[in-house]
């Protein structure tokens, strides 16, 4: 079983950067997807970014070219680079990872989750 735990979040202007991290316990991260999802008030969790065990990545639209998605397997922590943010950016981000799975845009298809890192994004 593994334990994630996100940080990094704040508030920032829009067009400003801000770096979160997905730090992992219990497990290596080297065997697990890890993906990082969304979620704003009054609105459906939605995927943002993946990094595959096999280091594939993917990006939602909405973020692609302004989000980067790397691992870290010496750190055993995943990071997401968020530049030129939005206030439509605004949301609790989540990390979340799955034992050597595809990657999946689906929720429910995730076991683990951390906790969320609040990401506030002004005009």
């Known amino acids: 079983q593994v334990q994630l735990v996100e940080s990094g979040g704040g508030l920032v202007q829009a067009g400003g950067s801000l770096r979160l991290s997905c730090a992992a316990s219990?497990?290596?991260?080297?065997?697990?997807?890890i993906h990082w999802f969304r979620q704003a008030p009054g609105k459906e969790r939605e995927f943002v970014a993946a990094?595959?065990?096999?280091?594939?990545?993917s990006y939602a639209d909405s973020v692609e070219g302004r989000f980067t998605i790397s691992r870290d397997n010496t750190k055993n922590t995943i990071n997401l680079q968020m530049n030129s943010l939005k206030p439509e950016d605004t949301a609790l981000y989540f990390c979340?990872?799955?034992?050597?799975?595809?990657?999946?845009?689906?929720?429910?298809?995730?076991?683990?989750w951390g906790q969320g890192t609040q990401v506030t994004v002004s005009s």
């Open positions: 979340a990872a799955r034992w050597r799975g595809a990657v999946s845009r689906v929720p429910s298809d995730f076991a683990y």
């Open positions: 219990g497990r290596t991260i080297n065997n697990y997807s």
């Open positions: 990094t595959a065990w096999t280091s594939f990545t």
